[in-house]
């Protein structure tokens, strides 16, 4: 059963001054996101910003926004055939379980200057 849906769209410019700044998306990214970010040559902007706006698109699915949790606490990942998935740590883990999460299915994707997610929360069983 479907428990929540989210979609979140970033400007991909908006996190320019981020990578200047690693203290800035060390607080917002989790360390396998950032490593991503670092082993990706090229779209390596365009990679955070979808991330990011999967952590946002999620907030809205959960239904409580980004409180109670820390955004470094989910992590954007993609398996060896690159599709991505979320992984929860810490309070965010606690706060997605506490409002009956089971699984959740993610969709990224990016377009010259916006990042697009799509997130869905099926509930428990």
Known sequence: MIKGIGIDMV???RLKSWIKEPKLYTRFFHPDEIKIFHNKRRHNLVSLAARFAAKEA???A???GLK???LREIAVT???HGRPHMRLYGK???VFKSRGGGNILISLNHEVDYALAMVI???GT
Do not use: P, S, Y
């Open 62 to 64: 959960l239904g409580t």
């Open 78 to 80: 993609n398996d060896e």
């Open 11 to 13: 400007k991909i410019a």
């Open 121 to 123: 929360i099926e509930g």
């Open 68 to 70: 109670g949790f820390f």
């Open 92 to 94: 965010a883990a606690q």
């Open 58 to 60: 999620f907030g809205k």
